[in-house]
């Protein structure tokens, strides 16, 4: 019986190294002169960082996923961090150093120069390319872990592939380092600091993966280290992995909170949120892990207590309260928004109203002062017909949508609304009236002076942006 394990052990043995041994081929004298040529942030090293730096910060900037692609193609940043990870490897403390000494300079050079492309371009609005490098999670620590030991092994083979920069691309080292650039130019530490978390959580399991695999391919050692001291060694540095990845572990778990609170969420609102009579036009929500909120939309009949009954006990089919075993949150709230025919709808309508009314004001002023000067009948009738079809055309926009991106783009606007404004000015002794969309946006409590008047800016210009008008303006209420 033993034997046939033996066997059967000395052929597994085998298929494994035929299959998915990667020992021969290893060219470790080439391997350990490559990673530490390529460590020095030097002359021409140190200006291609800076130009890399300088195309993903703008790729960044225009939401261009191919010109950061080409950024990081041309980056020489994996130089110092695989060096990091050979350098532990094979008990090299002279190449540590060395490695740590230019991994600093290589992250001052590509903050400041980030920092100050973000400082001076017009284009400041926070695109989804540079928002999605602010939130790390668990994935992207096995993106860099997994890259790095497919770099490491790539880069050990005496066949040398494209593979390095695949893992280059993969592990997206620069535009986390251009994203935390970003946060400083705009003093927006939630962005610098979760940008850099990506940045470094990447740099610390690539060069992780790199000293798994130079132990496991047995690289020469530089110096031997005593046993006890290396056991004192592996402690620290399996400790200060766990703490680098907890804050990872946490968003990661939070993202998928929010995620499944989403999808629960809209088959809710699909299933369960339909009643005869009242049409449901809009909704909303607002996840937390304590209370989240549930923001329904109703035009026509009145939601009533039965119905608001109904509802609430429908969110424990959904694991919405806390209630349930495994709840996605701990208590969810509806609130309906209900308007009945007839009835104002909001503000918005209201304001819609207002200068509805004024308009018509207006044009019995402008009939007034040009009934002098205009004599003919059918002028007259084709100027009443051109402002009438002014007062009829209804300003149409997506609220839900705007009010998605608005809140995306500023997190500290609590809410919005919209109305026409009519401006009056006299010019060359005649009376002139101009109107203009005007955007009023009111921030959370906490929300600092400053702030709110960057912000105002900001929301300005991206608004005109955003509906190709210059006429547009962002005010405070």
Known sequence: MNREFRMMHIALTRLYKSTLGFEEGTDVPATIEGIKKDISFRGHSAWILMFSILIASIGLNVNSTAVIIGAMLISPLMGPILGIGLSIGINDFETLLRSLRNFGIAVFISLATSTLYFSITP??????????RTQPTLLDVLVAFFGGFAGIIAGSRKEKSNVIPGVAIATALMP????????LAKLNMAYFLGAFYLFFINSVFISFATLLVVRYLKFPLAEMVEPQKLKRYQFFMIAFLIVVVIPSAIIFYQVIQETRFKVAVENFIKQDCEFDGSEL???????????SVIHLYYFGSPVNE???????NRLLEYNLS????????EATEI?????????NIDLDQRMAEFNDNLRLKVLEDIYTKNNEIIKSKDLKIQLLEAELLKTKRQDT????????????HFPEVAQFSYSKSVEVFTRNDSIWYDTFPVFLMKFKDNTRQN??????????EWLQMRFDNKKIKALEY
Do not use: W
């Open 335 to 343: 609130v309906i928004h209900q308007e009945s025919e007839g009835d």
């Open 123 to 132: 284009l400041d609005v926070a695109q989804t390319e540079l928002l999605a």
């Open 306 to 312: 039965e119905k608001m009954y109904y509802l609430k």
């Open 281 to 291: 036009i809009g909704y909303k929500f607002e996840y937390n892990d304590t209370l």
């Open 451 to 460: 702030t709110r008047i960057q912000n105002l800016q900001k929301a300005n």
């Open 397 to 408: 926009l997506p609220y839900l949508q705007i009010d998605k991106e608005l809140k995306y």
């Open 322 to 329: 806390g209630e349930t075993r495994f709840p996605i949150t």
């Open 176 to 183: 986390p380092l251009c994203t935390a650039g970003y946060g």
